[in-house]
């Protein structure tokens, strides 16, 4: 009887083990930010890879653009995956980004810049997600 006991505890010890070291799988989002007065339109690529490739974004609003367990943002913009260019509008002004993907100053704000991105990782019910923010700011509306 003794040793049912043992071997039960070391089973049931040997699947508590198993489950607390799983990996649980990454979940990669891509967010754009509105951080402007003014409705945005954007035109990302061509069809590219992302969820919606046309949109109109209000004001200080953001919208998921692009979902993966796999790629992240940088994995997507780096292998070329229909992503000619990336395009804002807003009232008056026009900014277009072109590839390629790069690692810049922060001072180049700019799609293809890593820098430029906020990437964020979090837990959501066991879950790792990898979330990446570009926000689109009123300096880049702006004209040299």
């Given at each position: ?74 994995e ?6 229909n ?30 810049n ?31």
């Amino acid at each position: 009887m003794n040793t049912k006991r043992i071997f039960f505890i070391g089973f049931l010890t040997i699947i508590l083990f198993s489950f607390s070291c799983r990996k649980y799988p990454f979940r990669h989002e891509v967010w754009i930010y509105n951080a402007t007065n003014n409705i945005i339109d954007c035109k990302l690529g061509d069809p590219g890879p992302f969820e919606t490739n046309n949109f109109t974004l209000p004001p200080f609003e953001k919208k998921l653009i692009y979902t993966d367990k796999h790629n992240d943002i940088f994995e997507v913009l780096s292998n070329n995956n229909n992503v000619t260019s990336v395009s804002f509008y807003n009232q008056k002004d026009t900014v277009i980004w072109n590839p390629p993907l790069q690692e810049v100053d922060i001072i180049e704000h700019n799609f293809f810049n890593k820098r430029s991105w906020i990437i964020d990782n979090s837990f959501i019910r066991n879950k790792e997600f990898v979330i990446a923010t570009f926000t689109i700011t009123e300096d880049d509306f702006k004209k040299d």
